[in-house]
Nanobody, 125 residues
Framework: QEQLVESGGGLVQAGGSLTLSCAASERTFSDYFMGWFRQAPGKEREFVASIGWSGSSTIYADSVKGRFTISRDNAKNMVYLEMNRLKPEDTAVYYC??????????????????WGQGTQVTVSS
């Protein structure tokens, strides 16, 4: 069973940058498609970015396109989310998630089988 642990969250001023990391426990990590989601207080969890097996296929929510970059290192069982030009509306708990390729729907929360505990990102204005 895949276990995911996020790190790298924190407090940053608007316009600043943060890079989130997600460490996966299983050596079958490369079999999974990976995603980042976020949840702000009082709101539903929303899709941020997804990446395929090799890292060559990436998809982003319109709200982060051009500012965030998802990447993975299969040799290290790691996924990253580089966040630039952060805005106060990016404030949320960010979650790393994994899904089997047979489960379709890169932006659908319930299609992801494994989740991390989340890391808080706060962007001050």
């Amino acid at each position: 069973q895949e276990q995911l642990v996020e790190s790298g969250g924190g407090l940053v001023q608007a316009g600043g940058s943060l890079t989130l990391s997600c460490a996966a426990s299983e050596r079958t990590f490369s079999d999974y498609f990976m995603g980042w989601f976020r949840q702000a207080p009082g709101k539903e969890r929303e899709f941020v970015a997804s990446i395929g097996w090799s890292g060559s296929s990436t998809i982003y929510a319109d709200s982060v396109k051009g500012r965030f970059t998802i990447s993975r290192d299969n040799a290290k069982n790691m996924v990253y989310l580089e966040m630039n030009r952060l805005k106060p509306e990016d404030t949320a708990v960010y979650y790393c998630a994994a899904r089997s390729p047979s489960r379709l729907g890169y932006a659908i929360v319930r299609q992801y089988e494994y989740w991390g505990q989340g890391t808080q990102v706060t962007v001050s204005s």
